[in-house]
């Protein structure tokens, strides 16, 4: 019966072209509006490690101002002073913890004739790699007792590794960054995490570092901070009182996968803090934080605003296409309606008729949804194209295979959904009525 159903559906397609053709346009435009905005919010809301998101914090402590929160009504921080990342990390050391900063360096290549150039860095402890889930191509991480010995050693993207060693195993190498000798004990695999979850001070979409080194080396170098600093709190002195004042500048992470690690950690923090307050630090209530991925993408509103406002209006004009696709079916069902009379009175039932329409209009919506898959490609390409200078834009205009299926799928149901009052229209045609005119 389906195979009935499907040849009736075509031959009705191919009686009406036109009017066909305007339908599964009208169709694929509101398909290619919709999903290329669907698309980018996929890509902006996506979970970035959704094997840990429920597992990895970010922690917060407030040692801002008595006077004032450090964001209304009540927010502490989002980055910790350099004494209380380490006092954590140190402290808190049943618990993997990550402490990091973005920072830069400038990179001397290995062949002489070629000239230095500047890379993003970051400084951060060991655990940052199998933390994140952080892949390798070559070698690993460095250890621990790196980061307590200040060793000169650093990582690598695949990127950078292609474009200083020609992609060859680079691990034992030597690389010079500002007059420094660094040995190479890893190259990272492709990685790109979307948005950059470890880091939402700076960009959210920007691509990884290029290199990693410890956290310890950068801290002994004085390797400035390319990220935010906030201070409440005025100081005096070079370095060594940066890292005494109440500035923020550090990402603190910490893995907690059970509700009981959590426990735990949350009241090693209150001690923490209790115990700095006795020190004169901490001058407002407790006021501590742990946010898993998802939340702290959530508060720090990495899908902006504009974002959802525009995905309200691509599906408002699908729905307007939807209102002209019934508009179009229900003029061509009044058109045969004589045709249908005639079926009806040789003994055709409405299930019959229903069934009928219902899968024509299941084949415009697939042909609309194919359409609509190239209109969103076009659409991408535009905003591509329009922010041509926005290199992390890129990151966000990619259709992956479950966008094209989404795609198919909401065009097949959105024609059967506008199909369905000119179908009815369709099955409760009165023979009687039309045949008396014959």
């Known amino acids: 019966m389906f195979r009935y159903y499907l040849k009736l559906g075509l031959l009705s397609i191919r009686s009406n072209a036109a009017l066909s053709a305007l339908m599964v346009a009208a169709i694929g435009i509101g398909i290619g509006a919709c999903m290329t905005i669907v698309t980018i919010y996929h890509v ?7 094997e840990k998101s429920s597992s990895l914090y970010v922690v917060q402590i407030d040692n801002w101002s008595p006077d004032e929160p450090y964001d209304e009504p009540n927010e502490p921080p989002p980055q ?15 618990f993997r913890q990550v402490v990091s900063y973005k920072s830069s360096r400038v990179v001397q290549p290995p062949d002489a004739a070629e000239l230095p150039f500047e890379v993003s860095s970051r400084a951060t402890t060991f655990a940052f790699f199998p933390m994140f889930s952080v892949p390798f191509q070559y070698g690993s991480g460095w250890d621990t007792a ?41 190259v990272l695999n492709e990685w790109l995490p979307t948005p950059k979850f470890y880091d939402l001070n700076n960009n959210y979409y920007e691509e990884p570092e290029e290199i990693y080194l410890p956290f310890s080396v950068a801290v002994a170098g004085e390797h400035d901070s390319v990220g935010n600093i906030n201070c409440w709190k005025p100081f005096e002195g070079g370095y060594d009182a940066f890292l005494a004042s109440e500035c923020v500048w550090v990402q603190t992470w910490v893995e907690l996968p059970t509700r009981d690690d959590k426990a735990r950690y949350e009241q090693f923090l209150a001690s923490y803090v209790e115990e700095q307050k006795t020190f004169g630090r901490f001058p407002r209530p407790l006021n501590n934080r742990l946010s898993d991925v998802l939340e702290w993408m959530d508060i720090n509103h990495v899908v902006d605003d504009d974002v959802s406002v525009l995905l309200g209006l691509a599906f408002l004009f699908l729905i307007v296409c939807l209102l002209n696709t019934a508009g179009l079916l229900l003029a061509k069902v009044m058109r045969r309606t004589k045709d249908i009379s005639l ?10 008729l229903f069934g009928q329409y219902i899968i024509e209009a299941g084949i415009i919506g697939v042909a609309g ?21 926005m290199d992390f834009v890129q990151r966000l205009v990619v259709m992956d295979w479950s966008m094209v299926m989404l795609a198919v799928v909401l065009a097949l149901v959105s024609a059967i959904a506008a199909a369905l009052y000119p179908t009815w229209r369709a099955a409760n045609v009165t023979p009687a009525s039309q045949l008396r005119i014959q």
């Open 343 to 352: 079926r009806r009175a040789l003994g055709a039932s409405k299930r019959t």
């Open 80 to 94: 910790s002073t350099y004494l209380d990342a380490t006092n954590l990390y140190s402290k808190g050391d049943e």
């Open 44 to 50: 902006m809301s996506g979970n970035p490690i959704p």
């Open 369 to 389: 949804g194919v359409l609509g898959i190239a209109m969103t490609w076009l659409g991408l390409r535009g905003i591509e194209h329009i922010f041509t200078g």
């Open 146 to 186: 790196a980061d307590t010995n200040q060793e000169r050693v650093v990582v690598l993207t695949q990127a950078l590794n292609e474009r200083l060693f020609g992609g060859e195993n680079s691990v034992g190498e030597q690389l010079s960054l500002n007059g420094e000798t660094y040995r190479i004990v890893g």
